[in-house]
């Protein structure tokens, strides 16, 4: 069955260090995703994708990159990881097409703790 | 800037309770989505909305979409405990994205 995973499922880390988290998704999807939640706020979207070598910022960009350079995967890197950016990461795919019900599929998350 | 506010944000009932959940925004949005999560897993889409005034039932939860596309409710009827969960509305914002909302977390007591 199509599945999309993310690793690490939880991560500790220091302030100031480089961290990549990974989104690999077996849909065959175009589309992809990074959001974070946080309490009160929702999913925010932070970088997304709508194939290959194509990267886009969404409204909470600041401090993270992506790169896309093949279908199944979109890595999220912090540059350099700071408390504010402590959270939960999610990673979503969806198809390419003009559709009006672009169901996105989830990942299980990745609990981001930064000291 | 596109929002979806959600309410109530926290939400305690006892099992064969109804309850409402509302998402509400300034702007117009061409279709709107709900989603539930539960914890530790990512959000699964339940259903979609598309046209104003549009009513959707899914067993025992029943979506509408507002008539000017700037709102939606979520009624469950009969709430049980595997209602259990986070819900959130997104709306659709540009190609293939959606604008979510800030979620209801929802407690069922048996």
């Known amino acids: 069955d199509a599945e999309i995973t993310q690793s690490p499922r939880h991560k500790i880390t220091e302030t100031g260090r480089q961290v990549t988290l990974a989104c690999h998704q077996t849909w065959n999807h175009n589309n992809m995703f990074w959001y974070r939640q946080d309490l009160g706020h929702g999913l925010r979207l932070i970088h997304y994708?709508?194939?290959?070598?194509?990267?886009n910022k969404g409204e909470v960009s600041d401090g993270y990159s992506v790169s896309r350079s093949n279908t199944e995967d979109l890595p999220l890197t912090l540059e350099s990881a700071a408390s504010s950016q402590t959270s939960v990461y999610f990673c979503a795919s969806s198809e390419n097409w003009r559709g009006v019900n672009n169901e996105q599929f989830f990942g299980p998350g990745t609990r981001l703790t930064v000291l | 800037t596109q929002l979806l506010e959600q309410s109530p944000q926290f939400l305690s009932i006892q099992e064969g309770e109804n309850l409402t959940v509302y998402c509400n925004s300034s702007s117009v949005f061409s279709s709107l989505q709900w989603y539930r999560q539960e914890p530790g897993e990512g959000p699964v889409l339940l259903v979609t909305v598309v046209t104003g005034g549009e009513v959707k039932k899914l067993k025992r939860l029943t979506f509408q979409f507002g008539d000017a596309r700037k709102d939606s409710s979520l009624h469950i009827t009969a709430a049980q405990p595997g209602d259990t969960g986070l819900y959130l509305c997104?709306?659709?914002?540009?190609?293939?994205?959606?604008?979510f909302g800030t979620g209801t977390r929802l407690k069922v007591l048996a």
């Open positions: 994708s709508y194939g290959v070598q194509d990267t």
């Open positions: 997104a709306g659709a914002s540009g190609t293939y994205k959606y604008i």
